[in-house]
C-alpha cells in the first residue's frame, strides 16, 4: 500500500488525443495499442523526408473552438475541452466559494504559435490584424481563457520547458500545494505542432521519422530500426488538490502525486546524457521517500529517436541497478500517438494513474527487434500486467536539457 | 441618399454587426435596442472587436480610441455617432 502522507490527490483528468478524445477512450486505445498516426494531409507534405503526425479528430463541434473573438485556436481548444473533462469528473465547480485557492498550471512547448503564424501571413499578405491578436497568440493565450473559463483566483502559470513543460506544470502545482500556496490546481498541458511552418522547422532538424511504411509504424521507440520521433498534438489535465479538500468535499482520489523532481543538462542543448536523467530519476523518488523497489512501471519518455531511447535506458540501468531495472515494466505509448511535446508529461501521468488503478503496463507498438542497446521490458506489443511495486515514475526530458520525473501512486 | 438616410443606413449595418457579435458569443438579448452596450454584454474586449468589424464594414479606421471617445461609444447611438463622425 502507498505511503500517501505528504501526497497530492488527483480527483479528476481530461484527455483529448490522437487516438480518442475523453479519458476512457483514451485508456481503452492505449490498452490496446491502437495507432493514431497516420499521413498528414492538413497541410503539404511532399518536401518533407517525415509525412505523417498524429492528429485530433472530433474537435470541430467543440463549445471551445467556433469562428468568433474568442475563437481559440486548437492549442487553447484541447486545454479547455481537456481541463473541463477533468473538472467534471473531480465535481469542481466554476465559481466555487474557494476559488482563491484554486490555481491553473499549464505546460505547452509551442503555445498558440499557429495563431501566431496565421498572424504572420496576414501581415505579409497587407491584411490587417484583429486587435485581440495578442491575447490569441501570446504563450500564455490558453491560460488566459481557462482562468476566464474556470473562474479560479489562484496562483496561475504557464510553463514553456519544451517536451517537459506539462511535467514542470504537475510537479510545480503538487510543490505549491505542499507549500500551502493553493487548496487544488488544475494543472496540464497542451500542444499542437501540426502546422506547416512549425512542421517544416521540425523537419529541418532531422530528428523526424523517415519511415515511409505504414503511418502506424513510423514511431518506433527503443527499435533497432527507429529513425526519429513523430509529431503530435493533443492535451491533458489532471485536477490536483489536497487529500483532507478532497476528502471534505467528499471527492475520491483516483490517484496521487507523491514526487518530482527536475535538473538541466547544462552540457548540450539537445543531446541528452545519462548522468542527469538517472540523477532526476533517483532525486524523484527521493522527493516521494520511496525506493527502487516499489517502482513497478516507468513512462519513459521513449520518442523514438536514436539518441532518446538508448540514453534513457541506460539512465534507468543507473538509476535503479541492472536487477533492478529488468523487473521494471517500461513503455512509450508515443509510439501509438506520437510526442505531444509539452503535453506529454500529462499524458504520462493520466496513464500511469489508470495503470496503477488496473495494474496494466499499457505496450510499445512497433518494437519487433529491439536495439541491442534497449534491452529492458518494454512491454512490446501488447499490454502486461504490471510487476509488484505501488508506484510509477514519468519522464519527460527536452530540449535545452530540461528533465523532469513525476512519482504517482494509486 | 441624404443624410437622414445615411445615419439610418449606418444604424441598420451596426446593428447587424452587433447580432453577429452577441450571436457568436451566444450572448442572449432582448432588448432590441441596444442602448446601453456594456449592459448587454460587449466589454472593453467585445468592443474591440465590434470596432474592428465597423472598421471593415464602413472602410474607417479608428486609431487610438481616447478615453473620451470610449466612453461616448458605451451606448449604441455614441458608436454610430463615431462611425458618421469618422465617414466625414
Same mark, same amino acid.
Given at each position: 500500500?502507498?505511503?500517501?502522507?505528504?501526497?497530492?490527490?488527483?480527483?479528476?483528468?481530461?484527455?483529448?488525443?490522437?487516438?480518442?478524445?475523453?479519458?476512457?477512450?483514451?485508456?481503452?486505445?492505449?490498452?490496446?495499442?491502437?495507432?493514431?498516426?497516420?499521413?498528414?494531409?492538413?497541410?503539404?507534405?511532399?518536401?518533407?523526408?517525415?509525412?505523417?503526425?498524429?492528429?485530433?479528430?472530433?474537435?470541430?463541434?467543440?463549445?471551445?473552438?467556433?469562428?468568433?473573438?474568442?475563437?481559440?485556436?486548437?492549442?487553447?481548444?484541447?486545454?479547455?475541452?481537456?481541463?473541463?473533462?477533468?473538472?467534471?469528473?473531480?465535481?469542481?465547480?466554476?465559481?466555487?466559494?474557494?476559488?482563491?485557492?484554486?490555481?491553473?498550471?499549464?505546460?505547452?512547448?509551442?503555445?498558440?504559435?499557429?495563431?501566431?503564424?496565421?498572424?504572420?501571413?496576414?501581415?505579409?499578405?497587407?491584411?490587417?490584424?484583429?486587435?485581440?491578436?495578442?491575447?490569441?497568440?501570446?504563450?500564455?493565450?490558453?491560460?488566459?481563457?481557462?482562468?476566464?473559463?474556470?473562474?479560479?483566483?489562484?496562483?496561475?502559470?504557464?510553463?514553456?520547458?519544451?517536451?517537459?513543460?506539462?511535467?514542470?506544470?504537475?510537479?510545480?502545482?503538487?510543490?505549491?500545494?505542499?507549500?500551502?500556496?493553493?487548496?487544488?490546481?488544475?494543472?496540464?498541458?497542451?500542444?499542437?505542432?501540426?502546422?506547416?511552418?512549425?512542421?517544416?522547422?521540425?523537419?529541418?532538424?532531422?530528428?523526424?521519422?523517415?519511415?515511409?511504411?505504414?503511418?502506424?509504424?513510423?514511431?518506433?521507440?527503443?527499435?533497432?530500426?527507429?529513425?526519429?520521433?513523430?509529431?503530435?498534438?493533443?492535451?491533458?489535465?489532471?485536477?490536483?488538490?489536497?487529500?483532507?479538500?478532497?476528502?471534505?468535499?467528499?471527492?475520491?482520489?483516483?490517484?496521487?502525486?507523491?514526487?518530482?523532481?527536475?535538473?538541466?543538462?547544462?552540457?548540450?542543448?539537445?543531446?541528452?546524457?545519462?548522468?542527469?536523467?538517472?540523477?532526476?530519476?533517483?532525486?524523484?523518488?527521493?522527493?516521494?521517500?520511496?525506493?527502487?523497489?516499489?517502482?513497478?512501471?516507468?513512462?519513459?519518455?521513449?520518442?523514438?529517436?536514436?539518441?532518446?531511447?538508448?540514453?534513457?535506458?541506460?539512465?534507468?540501468?543507473?538509476?535503479?541497478?541492472?536487477?533492478?531495472?529488468?523487473?521494471?515494466?517500461?513503455?512509450?505509448?508515443?509510439?501509438?500517438?506520437?510526442?505531444?511535446?509539452?503535453?506529454?508529461?500529462?499524458?504520462?501521468?493520466?496513464?500511469?494513474?489508470?495503470?496503477?488503478?488496473?495494474?496494466?503496463?499499457?505496450?510499445?507498438?512497433?518494437?519487433?527487434?529491439?536495439?541491442?542497446?534497449?534491452?529492458?521490458?518494454?512491454?512490446?506489443?501488447?499490454?502486461?500486467?504490471?510487476?509488484?511495486?505501488?508506484?510509477?515514475?514519468?519522464?519527460?526530458?527536452?530540449?535545452?536539457?530540461?528533465?523532469?520525473?513525476?512519482?504517482?501512486?494509486? | 441618399?441624404?443624410?437622414?438616410?445615411?445615419?439610418?443606413?449606418?444604424?441598420?449595418?451596426?446593428?447587424?454587426?452587433?447580432?453577429?457579435?452577441?450571436?457568436?458569443?451566444?450572448?442572449?438579448?432582448?432588448? %432590441?435596442? /441596444? +442602448?446601453? !452596450?456594456? $449592459?448587454?454584454?460587449?466589454?472593453?474586449?467585445?468592443?474591440?472587436?465590434?470596432?474592428?468589424?465597423?472598421?471593415?464594414?464602413?472602410?474607417?479606421?479608428?486609431?487610438?480610441?481616447?478615453?473620451?471617445?470610449?466612453?461616448?461609444? %458605451?451606448? /449604441? +447611438?455614441? !458608436?454610430? $455617432?463615431?462611425?458618421?463622425?469618422?465617414?466625414?
Amino acid at each position: 500500500m502507498a505511503d500517501v502522507s505528504n501526497a497530492v490527490a488527483i480527483t479528476g483528468m481530461g484527455v483529448i488525443s490522437p487516438i480518442g478524445n475523453g479519458v476512457e477512450q483514451f485508456w481503452q486505445a492505449s490498452v490496446a495499442g491502437r495507432s493514431g498516426i497516420r499521413k498528414i494531409e492538413r497541410f503539404d507534405v511532399s518536401k518533407f523526408a517525415c509525412k505523417v503526425g498524429a492528429q485530433i479528430d472530433g474537435l470541430e463541434n467543440s463549445p471551445y473552438y467556433k469562428n468568433s473573438w474568442k475563437a481559440l485556436d486548437l492549442s487553447g481548444a484541447m486545454a479547455l475541452t481537456a481541463a473541463s473533462e477533468a473538472m467534471a469528473q473531480a465535481k469542481v465547480d466554476q465559481g466555487h466559494e474557494n476559488s482563491r485557492r484554486f490555481g491553473i498550471f499549464i505546460g505547452t512547448g509551442t503555445g498558440s504559435i499557429t495563431t501566431h503564424e496565421a498572424s504572420v501571413c496576414k501581415v505579409v499578405a497587407g491584411e490587417r490584424l484583429h486587435p485581440l491578436s495578442i491575447l490569441r497568440a501570446m504563450p500564455n493565450a490558453s491560460l488566459l481563457e481557462l482562468v476566464s473559463h474556470c473562474g479560479f483566483g489562484g496562483p496561475s502559470a504557464t510553463f514553456s520547458a519544451a517536451c517537459t513543460s506539462s511535467s514542470h506544470a504537475i510537479g510545480e502545482a503538487f510543490k505549491a500545494m505542499q507549500a500551502d500556496r493553493a487548496d487544488l490546481i488544475l494543472a496540464g498541458g497542451t500542444d499542437a505542432p501540426l502546422s506547416g511552418p512549425l512542421y517544416a522547422a521540425w523537419s529541418a532538424m532531422r530528428v523526424m521519422s523517415n519511415w515511409s511504411g505504414d503511418p502506424a509504424g513510423a514511431c518506433r521507440p527503443f527499435s533497432k530500426d527507429r529513425s526519429g520521433l513523430v509529431l503530435g498534438e493533443g492535451a491533458a489535465f489532471v485536477v490536483l488538490e489536497k487529500i483532507e479538500h478532497a476528502r471534505n468535499r467528499g471527492v475520491e482520489p483516483l490517484g496521487y502525486v507523491v514526487g518530482y523532481s527536475s535538473n538541466t543538462t547544462f552540457e548540450h542543448s539537445t543531446r541528452p546524457s545519462v548522468e542527469p536523467e538517472q540523477i532526476v530519476m533517483q532525486a524523484a523518488m527521493n522527493d516521494a521517500g520511496i525506493t527502487p523497489e516499489e517502482v513497478a512501471y516507468i513512462y519513459a519518455h521513449g520518442t523514438g529517436t536514436k539518441a532518446n531511447d538508448g540514453t534513457e535506458t541506460q539512465a534507468i540501468k543507473a538509476a535503479f541497478g541492472d536487477t533492478l531495472a529488468y523487473k521494471l515494466a517500461v513503455s512509450s505509448p508515443k509510439s501509438c500517438y506520437g510526442h505531444t511535446l509539452g503535453a506529454c508529461g500529462a499524458f504520462g501521468c493520466v496513464t500511469t494513474v489508470l495503470g496503477l488503478r488496473h495494474r496494466i503496463a499499457v505496450p510499445t507498438m512497433n518494437l519487433a527487434e529491439p536495439d541491442p542497446e534497449c534491452d529492458l521490458n518494454y512491454v512490446p506489443g501488447e499490454a502486461q500486467s504490471l510487476p509488484e511495486g505501488d508506484y510509477a515514475l514519468v519522464n519527460a526530458f527536452g530540449f535545452g536539457g530540461s528533465n523532469a520525473t513525476l512519482v504517482i501512486s494509486a | 441618399m441624404d443624410s437622414s438616410e445615411a445615419v439610418q443606413d449606418t444604424r441598420e449595418r451596426m446593428r447587424r454587426i452587433i447580432i453577429n457579435y452577441l450571436d457568436s458569443q451566444d450572448i442572449h438579448y432582448q432588448d %432590441t435596442n /441596444f +442602448d446601453k !452596450l456594456e $449592459e448587454i454584454g460587449i466589454d472593453s474586449l467585445g468592443m474591440l472587436d465590434v470596432i474592428f468589424e465597423i472598421e471593415g464594414e464602413f472602410g474607417v479606421q479608428t486609431g487610438e480610441i481616447d478615453s473620451e471617445v470610449l466612453e461616448k461609444i %458605451t451606448t /449604441f +447611438d455614441g !458608436l454610430v $455617432e463615431l462611425v458618421e463622425s469618422l465617414k466625414a
